[in-house]
């Protein structure tokens, strides 16, 4: 079945740095991806998506790009800041029915230390 | 509303009894989503409705659980007599069409503890 997998957390960065988080997924047909995040006490929203293959997302400095050759959708960010700590979640819809059922992974935690 | 609402926030109960978790979604918003978040894990999929089709229940765990939505917006999630496993943060989400491109607006949740 489809599945997304995110690298395990807690990753803690320095402000400024540079952030990967990497994402993989197995899916049938052509899925889009997306990226939600939770800020702390708040709830999860949408950060970027994208919808097909080599199509780049973006949005408050984060960059993902749909890969298919490698069926990855990494999320990156030139210079974090401490506002950036958050929970990450990679996600994917099928891409065999028209749903916006969303398949999650377990979300990747960052800490952010000024 | 402004934007999707669920109550209670929190609710703690006895093992082997039964809750309600109501989830009020944005006004005009044809899709609907259960999720479940368990500590430490990712967000499992429960329960869809779109508009008047069936629901897709293949998340659903156990028979234990079960949800309806009433009149196409308001949902409730019942759990039957819970188990200490039912405890995570149950969240719900709304979406505009139901299109698979489509932004999913969530809620606070409801933060279940099964005693």
Same mark, same amino acid.
Request: aromatic share 10%; charged share 20%; net charge neutral.
């Given at each position: ?7 395990e ?7 400024e740095?540079?952030?990967?988080i990497?994402?993989t ?6 899925p889009?991806?997306?990226? =939600?995040v939770?800020?702390?006490? &708040?709830g999860?929203?949408?950060?970027? +998506?994208?919808?097909?293959?080599d199509?780049?997302?973006?949005n408050k400095?984060f960059?993902a790009?749909y ?10 960010k030139?210079?974090?800041?401490v506002s950036?700590s958050?929970? =990450?979640?990679c996600?994917l819809s &099928?891409?065999s029915?028209?749903?916006? +059922? ?5 979300g990747?935690?960052?800490q952010v230390?000024? | 509303?402004?934007?999707?609402s669920?109550?209670p ?16 979604p ?8 259960w999720?479940?978040q368990?500590?430490g894990q990712?967000l499992e999929?429960?329960i869809y ?6 629901p897709?229940?293949?998340g659903?765990p156990?028979?234990r659980?079960?949800a309806?939505r009433?009149?196409g917006?308001v ?10 496993e039912d405890?995570?943060?149950y969240?719900?989400a ?12 969530f ?8 005693l």
């Open positions: 079945g489809n599945s997304v997998t995110q690298m957390g807690p990753v803690t960065l320095s402000e740095a540079f952030l990967t990497n994402c997924y197995t899916a049938t047909g052509y889009s991806l997306f990226w =939600y939770q800020y702390p006490g &708040e999860l929203q949408l950060l970027l +998506k994208a919808t097909k293959a199509d780049k997302g973006s400095g960059e790009t890969r298919k050759e490698t069926t990855s959708f990494h999320l990156e030139g210079s974090v800041q950036d958050a929970v =990450y979640f996600a &099928e891409g029915s028209n749903t916006g +059922k969303l398949i999650f992974g377990q990747t935690t960052l230390k000024p | 509303g402004a934007g999707v669920q109550s926030s929190n609710k703690v109960t006895e093992k082997g009894k039964d809750v309600e978790l109501r989830c009020d944005i006004s005009g918003h044809t899709a609907l989503y999720y479940r368990s500590l990712g999929f429960l409705f779109q508009g008047n089709s069936a897709d229940k293949s659903l156990s028979d659980f079960s309806e009433t009149g917006s949902s409730t999630l019942t759990i039957q007599r819970t188990q200490q405890s995570a943060v969240l719900c709304s979406s505009l069409g139901g299109q698979r491109v489509e932004k999913l607006f809620g606070s949740g409801t933060q279940l503890s099964v």
